[in-house]
C-alpha cells in the first residue's frame, strides 16, 4: 500500500535515461488531457468509484475461491464471467452511446484496443485467474494486483512517451518488496501447516491387525 501510495502522489525529479532508448510512440494516438480538465467533483468521484471497484473485486475473488471449489471446471467458470460481463457491458454501452458511429471499429486503434482486450485481458488473463484460485486462493492473486501499476508506469513510458519519475521507481521498490515478503510469509506459513500435520500424524498410535483381532 505504501509502494502504491507513493507511485501515485508523489512524483520528484524525472528519469531521463528511458528517453534516450528508441522506442515506437504512439502518444498521437490519445487525445490530449490538458484539453479535458478534471474538476474537484470528478476527483472525489472517481476515488469514490475507485474505492468500490476494489471492494467488489476483492469480494469477487472470495466468491470464486468457494465456487472453484464446488465447480473446478475453471474455463467454463471463465466463460460465464466473459458473457455475462459482455451484455451487461453491452447494456451500459447502449445507455451511453446510442449514436451508432461509436460502435463503428476501423483498422485503427479502438479495434487493436478491442482485440486485446477480449483475446488477452478477458479470454486469456480468466482462465488463468481461475486456475490459480483454484490452487492459491483469494489473497494469492489478489497480492499481485500492485504490480500492475509498476507495468502501467513502464508502459505507458515506452509506448504513450510520458515521463517517468523518481516516486515511480520507489514506488516499485517498495511494492516488489512488499510482494516478495507476502509470499516469503504464505511459504514459511505452508512450511509450518505442513511440518504440524505431519506431527498430528506421528502422534497417532497405529494398532496392528492381530491387536485389532483381540479387541
Known amino acids: ?11 520528484g525529479p524525472k528519469i531521463m535515461v528511458l528517453d534516450q532508448l528508441p522506442h515506437p510512440k504512439f502518444a498521437h494516438l490519445t487525445e490530449n488531457p490538458q484539453s479535458h480538465p478534471i474538476s474537484t467533483g470528478n476527483q472525489i ?15 469477487w475473488l472470495v466468491i470464486q475461491a468457494k465456487v472453484s471449489k464446488v465447480y473446478p471446471c475453471h474455463y467454463s467458470i471463465a466463460a460465464m464471467v466473459c458473457l455475462f460481463g459482455a451484455l451487461q457491458s453491452t447494456v451500459m454501452a447502449l445507455c451511453v452511446h446510442r449514436d451508432m458511429e461509436h460502435w463503428r471499429l476501423g483498422l485503427n486503434i ?63 521498490v517498495l511494492i516488489v518488496g512488499g510482494l516478495y515478503m507476502v ?18 500424524k506421528e502422534s497417532i498410535p497405529v494398532t496392528t491387525d492381530g491387536e485389532n483381532e483381540m479387541k
Open 1 to 11: 500500500m505504501g509502494g502504491a501510495m507513493l507511485l501515485t502522489f508523489y512524483k
Open 45 to 59: 468521484i472517481g476515488s469514490f468509484l475507485g474505492i468500490i471497484s476494489c471492494f467488489t473485486y476483492a469480494t
Open 110 to 172: 479502438r479495434l487493436y484496443s478491442s482485440a486485446y482486450a477480449g483475446l488477452i485481458a478477458s479470454g486469456s488473463a480468466f482462465p488463468l485467474l481461475s486456475w490459480c484460485l483454484r490452487k492459491k486462493g483469494p489473497l494469492f492473486i489478489s497480492v499481485f494486483s500492485p504490480l500492475m501499476l509498476i507495468f502501467v508506469a513502464l508502459m505507458s513510458s515506452i509506448i504513450l512517451d510520458e515521463a517517468l519519475h523518481l516516486g515511480s521507481v520507489l514506488g516499485s
Open 183 to 200: 509470499l516469503w510469509g504464505k511459504a514459511k506459513e505452508a512450511a509450518d501447516l505442513s511440518q504440524d500435520e505431519n506431527q498430528g
